[in-house]
């Protein structure tokens, strides 16, 4: 009898998993479930779909689980896993048996705040948490929005409030917008955007507790004891991989789930990848969840090729994940790669943007990129190759360093 593979998610992850997967294997059950009530979904679009209507975020043709062969089945909840049994457990009291798992589960709001559950208090990590914040706002029950954070997310729903003219306040606790990413050069520009766009930016300004009267969230009071009101309130503080629903399974997690290099579990027969693993980093070695869309999607791709082989004996290992970020509704195109630091800082002002390189040990470890992203190919491939830079690290700067031909005769110097 043909196998059975159940993918618990139906995140970018899940998705390329399946799709690689059916690369190999087109005999094989392909079982996927996903707590939400929607088809695939790709979470970056969101914003575009509340700006624009239109429905991208559904990033799969609407007959992609007749095309990939996978009993897809929306609004199913996983509640535990038993590995010894190849069982998962279902909210509504079902069971599954599996061969083969795959955890895609993806990640959540983390916001160690006290009053963060308090009704009144939104957040954007997935489409029906954000869809309830735009229909607040659609049914003129809030003029006015406070979001707590200004990481990437945070900044894209700072945006989107703005465009459906919403009068905004973000405050966030460090010294610039977005510190996880971008330099503070870098985020110079984007902060004075944000301000240009009118949301009020607060720097330095570190949100204590949501307030609540009569049981609903009124306000955030901030540690200098003042109290922020809004009509829409929004926690944009951080991310935390899905994992409640392994306690007890013996699945190792730290943060996230632990895994190989193959990314499999602890348990046999169990994968996981997206945001809910704790995978090195290809550059440092350091291990932690890298909840960006390319990593999920590498990710999947690793699992479905390493399920789709299975038995051949020659499992595919995973690089390692990227650190990237790039700001879509800017206006200013802003991208973000590798680390912000290094011995050496290079940096000039090309074709009207900025382009800042950080280099150790003549390789180059990240850049920052303001206005023009030409070279940002090229450059992601250095970062990724970490060859010494050589007489290369001379053209890093020039203008048309990036474009076409001149791309490969320069790596190959
Ligand atoms: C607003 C927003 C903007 C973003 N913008 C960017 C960007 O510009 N660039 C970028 O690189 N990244 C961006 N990201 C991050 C990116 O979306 C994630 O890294 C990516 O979606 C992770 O994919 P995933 O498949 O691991 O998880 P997810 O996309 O989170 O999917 C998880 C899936 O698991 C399901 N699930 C969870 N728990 C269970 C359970 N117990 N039982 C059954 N199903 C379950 C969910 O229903 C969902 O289907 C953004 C995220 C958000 C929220």
Not at 101 to 120: F, K, M, Q, T
Not at 125 to 139: C, G, M, T
């Amino acid at each position: 009898m043909a196998d059975t593979v159940i993918m618990i998610g139906a995140g970018p992850a899940g998705v390329v998993a399946v799709e690689t997967l059916r690369e190999h294997d087109r005999q094989s059950r392909v079982v996927m479930l996903s707590a939400e009530p929607f088809p695939p979904y790709s979470p970056p679009a969101m914003v575009d779909h509340f700006i624009t209507g239109s429905n991208s975020h559904f990033w799969r043709p609407a007959n992609w689980s007749e095309q990939f062969q996978v009993d897809y089945r929306p609004g199913v909840q996983v509640t535990s896993v038993r590995p010894a049994l190849h069982q998962v457990c279902l909210a509504d009291g079902g069971i599954l048996a599996y061969d083969h798992l795959v955890i895609a589960a993806g990640s959540r709001l983390y916001a160690p705040l006290p009053g963060v559950d308090l009704p009144g208090v939104y957040n954007f990590k997935s489409l029906s948490a954000a869809q309830a914040s735009v229909d607040k706002v659609k049914r003129g029950e809030a003029r006015t929005a406070l979001i707590v954070g200004a990481g990437f997310i945070g900044m894209e729903i700072a945006l989107l409030l703005r465009e459906l003219g919403v009068q905004v306040t973000q405050v966030e606790m460090l010294d610039q917008v977005m510190p996880a990413m971008l330099d503070p050069f870098t985020a110079s520009f984007a902060l004075q955007i944000m301000r240009q766009r009118g949301v009020e930016v607060r720097l330095n300004t570190k949100a204590k507790r949501f307030v609540g009267e009569k049981n609903i969230a009124i306000g955030v009071e901030l540690e200098t004891g003042e109290v922020l009101r809004a009509d829409l309130l929004i926690a944009a503080t951080g991310v935390r991989p899905n994992i409640d629903f392994l306690e007890g399974s013996g699945i190792a997690c730290r943060w996230g789930i632990s895994v190989d290099n193959y990314l499999r579990t602890s348990a046999p027969d169990v994968y996981a990848a997206g945001d809910v693993v704790e995978t090195p980093d290809r550059l440092t070695g350091e291990v932690y969840v890298h909840a960006i869309l390319p990593n999920a999607i590498e990710q999947g791709r690793v699992v479905g090729l390493n399920l789709g082989k299975r038995g051949l004996g020659c499992p595919t290992p995973y690089e390692g994940a990227e650190r990237m970020n790039s700001l879509k509704h800017l206006g200013l195109r802003i991208l973000a790669a590798g680390l912000k630091h290094g011995e050496e800082v290079l940096r000039a002002r090309v074709n009207g943007g900025w382009r800042t390189l950080y280099v150790q040990d003549d390789r180059l470890v990240g850049f920052q990129l303001v206005g023009g992203l030409q070279a940002a190919g090229a450059l992601r491939t250095l970062l990724n190759r970490q060859e010494k830079l050589g007489r290369l690290k001379d053209h890093l700067l020039e203008a048309n360093f990036g474009q076409g031909a001149l791309v490969w005769s320069a790596l190959s110097l």
